[in-house]
């Protein structure tokens, strides 16, 4: 793997101590790198913490978020402005993750995941105008560390989806998900509890 610090719309310059913009660049060889029109698909606003991972480079929009130390972006991700992921995330292909929204370290986000930050969406204000962001408040959402988010699953927004919770493939979340519960189905229930990593230490420990 050949690392490369990435300026705003600059050429790529060889990597000496971990900067704070910096992306990995896997399977280029001494000297084939060339700028292409992937550099500019992530905005010279966004910050990467070292060792992120952003595959198929061409096929993300990133621009004006954070993305912490370790994360791996699949292709066909937006990621918005004001958007924060912290350290050690997963981000599967085809997902969007928008304005306002906060997912902290270690979480999983599935293919096809869709965030919302707006509870009462319009394209045009009441006298017809075309809305502009001066018109709507977005709505934060949080996804706290270590929760598992499945393919398709859409997160309304205003929620928090509590710490090493799993929700389901396809799954619609319209209000707070408790830590470590396992939530299924339109709107999203509580059908079971998913054991703490603590719960599963203690238990290996009581069963040697």
């Keep these: 793997m050949r690392e490369v610090l990435l300026g705003p719309h600059t050429e790529a310059q060889a990597m000496g101590p971990a900067p704070s913009l910096q992306i990995s660049v896997s399977g280029l060889g001494a000297g084939s790198w ?3 029109s992937w550099d500019r698909m992530i905005a010279e606003n966004v910050v990467l913490g070292p060792d992120v991972v952003i595959f198929q480079r061409d096929q993300v929009n990133l621009y004006g ?3 912490g130390n370790g994360t791996r972006i699949g292709p066909f991700v937006e990621i918005q402005r004001n958007a924060f992921i912290g350290e050690n995330c997963k981000v599967s292909s085809h997902s969007f993750i928008c304005e306002g929204v906060t997912i902290e370290d270690g979480v999983f986000i599935g293919h096809g995941v869709m965030f919302t930050n707006d509870l009462f969406p319009s394209a045009v204000t009441e ?3 075309l ?3 001066e018109d709507w408040t977005v709505v934060p959402t949080r996804v706290k560390a270590r929760a598992s988010i499945g393919s398709n699953a859409t997160i309304l927004a205003g ?3 509590g710490e090493g919770a799993l929700v389901g493939a396809g799954a619609v979340v319209t209000k707070d998900v408790p830590d470590h519960a396992v939530v299924a189905g339109v709107p999203a ?3 079971a509890t998913r054991p703490s ?3 599963n230490k203690k238990s290996a420990e009581k069963n040697k």
């Design 197 to 199: 990593a603590v719960a």
């Design 65 to 67: 978020c954070t993305v």
């Design 159 to 161: 929620v928090t989806i």
């Design 127 to 129: 006298d017809g105008r």
């Design 131 to 133: 809305q502009g962001g």
């Design 189 to 191: 229930r509580i059908v």
């Design 34 to 36: 060339r700028r292409g």
